[in-house]
């Protein structure tokens, strides 16, 4: 009947990965993520369900670690923060190119360069548009709260598989350390080799007499089969975008103003709900949780009825460009950022809110 | 063509004594006429088909001139990015622990862009078989410098001889990791005469007895020539390998059985 407890969001995720039977965790500490590691590392999951953990090398370890696990047919994930995924992107274009299912979770933290290790949203232009070379995607997945930290895990392994993709879970610092109550539901076992060779046909499980050899490489040296590749991955991304949008609307149906935002920034806005409707601003929130697949027609549809909307992001505006490329009707849409680890706050929302906005 | 060389009529089983193993695919190679990577390929192909483990067998293909690997041996493959096989092979060794592992690797793509994987997983004292060729050049660049390419010997980014107060050393990776705990078999062959082909046979054949084991990292390096990249004809490579290779990368074994060889 599952169990509750209070974590941090990366042990959530840690917990999390262990009860929904992943095989494998490779990382590399980088800070504010850790615990991720910690957590299993002190679980000792490959003593109870034969979880491997292991730490890396390096982020490039970990990441062609988990390439060449997924290659495997396996339920593999890393955890990273912000530099810690520069350099995994190589990788993950890889995976994406041999179409293959693994989790990526981003505890983000400010940048550019070092930056520091306050919590940050500017990673998502990165995680959004593909980061590495090559036209891909991966559908990513944007928790507010430490419940969906753990929840996302599964579902992204689930996603990963059902469309042989990598995932990710894009969060930040100030999720990842924070500690609130989760639900953690019961544990699923890992699946046996017998599973696993009948559900991937397409992994590295060593050849038997009855088929042929598998290949897992994105090289084709050839341009009309590099297209045809790229054609085929682009036909899985609209499947997704039909499928796979998820977001939730908070005191929308009297809105005359949305703010939109994901993640933490929408935890703050809920805050800023409260104030503004204090005020007699009728504000609701716009949360795309998918933010590939963009919840696009649900955000054109919102726009149609309210005066302006406000886009809140812990980045100079990423997010907002989306907003912008998906909304056709005439009403002033605007950003309020904070950057370098700063999270706004309720207030100073709803002051940008009056000025920018309603001030028009 | 084929009617003058088939004589059907003396191919009959007992009169067999050799023939190629099913295992490497029939078609044409991707390597220049003369390069060691065909034999090795084949070696490599005799060992698993010999202990009977295809179905137990996961290779990893580099970055390099053997990046399609993959279309000559028909064992289940993944390709690697440069350098990281070492990696994928880590993690495909820990989740299925009863496969026989190995990666195949460059000079280029194993002791420089792929260095800090190779020394972890050997240091980690991984469960497979790294065959590492190394032949002093990148040869499906162009001719470029590699890691190994000797003092003086002309490459196209050392047109004029690496020079090492400018470009540095040669990197003796084999000779670095067989220092390492985590390595069991540590060993340097060849493949330009038959005695050299069966010696790296019975290396390879090693490496891989060892995984049953599971007491580390077998690493056989084949040192090989490049004809194309050196500019030499196939003969005239071999030559300039056994005079200008070999006394800077000696044949024979480093480590057996986790010890040390004493020379």
């Known amino acids: ?360 | 063509m084929e009617e003058k060389f088939a004589r059907p009529e003396i191919r009959k089983p007992e009169n067999i004594v050799y023939k190629r193993t099913d295992l490497l695919v029939d078609r044409p190679l991707s390597y220049c006429p003369g390069c060691g990577h065909g034999v090795v390929h084949r070696l490599l192909m005799e060992v698993i088909e010999e202990k009977d483990i295809v179905s137990k067998t996961i290779g990893i293909s580099p970055v390099g001139c053997s990046v399609l690997a993959y279309d000559f041996l028909d064992v289940d493959m993944q390709g690697a990015a440069h350098g990281r096989a070492p990696a994928l092979a880590t993690a495909i060794t820990r989740l299925w622990p009863d496969r026989y592992v190995f990666t195949y690797q460059g000079d280029g793509d194993l002791a420089a862009i792929g260095t800090a994987e190779t020394i972890h997983a050997c240091n980690r004292g991984e469960n497979f078989t790294i065959i590492f060729i190394n032949n002093g050049i990148y040869g499906m660049t162009g001719g470029q410098m590699a890691p190994t390419t000797l003092p003086g010997m002309r490459s196209s980014t050392s047109p004029y001889g690496r020079d090492v107060d400018i470009m540095g050393h040669p990197l003796k990776i084999t000779e670095l990791v067989a220092n390492l705990p985590g390595t069991y078999y540590v060993t340097r062959q060849s493949v330009q005469t038959p005695g050299a082909v069966r010696k790296t046979k019975k290396a390879l054949r090693k490496a891989f007895d060892n995984q049953d084991l599971n007491k580390g990292v077998s690493l056989v390096e084949v040192v090989s020539n490049c004809n194309s990249g050196w500019k030499m004809t196939p003969v005239q490579s071999n030559i300039w390998m056994e005079e200008n290779m070999f006394p800077y990368y000696p044949l024979g074994d480093i480590k057996v059985e986790g010890t040390l060889v004493e020379k």
């Open chain 1, 1 to 360: 009947m599952g169990e509750l407890r209070l974590m941090k969001g990366n042990e959530a995720i840690a917990e999390a990965a262990i009860r929904a039977g992943c095989d494998g965790y490779f990382g590399y500490p980088i800070t504010p993520q850790s615990e991720v590691m910690e957590y299993l590392m002190a679980e000792k999951p490959y003593e109870s369900t034969g979880m491997v953990v292991l730490q890396a090398e390096s982020e490039v370890a970990s990441i062609n670690m988990l390439y060449g696990g997924a290659g495997t047919g396996k339920i593999v994930m890393t955890s990273s923060s912000s530099p810690g995924i520069s350099l995994m992107q190589e990788g993950i274009s890889y995976l994406a190119g041999t179409q293959l299912p693994a989790l990526i979770v981003n505890i983000v933290r400010g940048g550019p360069g070092l930056g520091t290790i306050q919590p940050s949203q500017a990673d998502y232009n990165q995680a959004v548009k593909g980061g590495g070379h090559g036209d891909y995607h991966m559908i990513v997945y944007a928790p507010a709260s430490v419940q969906e930290m753990a929840d996302f895990v599964a579902t992204g392994f689930k996603a990963a598989f059902k469309y042989r993709t990598p995932v990710m879970i894009l969060s930040d610092g100030a999720i990842g350390q924070m500690m609130e109550k989760v639900y953690l539901s019961d544990p699923v076992p890992r699946r046996t080799e017998e599973e696993i060779i009948s559900q991937c046909p397409w992994a590295t499980t060593g050849r038997p007499p009855t088929r042929d050899h598998n290949i897992i490489t994105s090289l084709d040296l050839d341009p009309a089969g590099q297209e045809r590749l790229n054609l085929v991955l682009q036909e899985k991304y609209r499947k997704i975008e039909e499928n796979e949008v998820m977001y939730e609307e908070i005191e929308c149906e009297d809105a005359e103003y949305i703010f939109t935002a994901f993640g933490l920034s929408a935890r703050i806005c809920q805050k800023a709900i409260e104030l503004a409707r204090e005020k007699g601003i009728n504000v609701g929130l716009f949360r795309p949780i998918t933010l590939f697949p963009f919840p696009k027609k649900e955000i054109r549809e919102l726009g149609r009825k309210v005066k302006g909307i406000m886009v809140v992001e812990m980045n100079a505006g990423q997010m907002i460009e989306d907003v912008r490329l998906s909304v056709d009707s005439d009403i002033p849409i605007e950003h309020y950022g904070r950057f370098g680890g700063i999270i706004p706050t309720p207030d100073e929302i709803v002051n940008v809110l009056e000025n920018k906005i309603i001030g028009d």
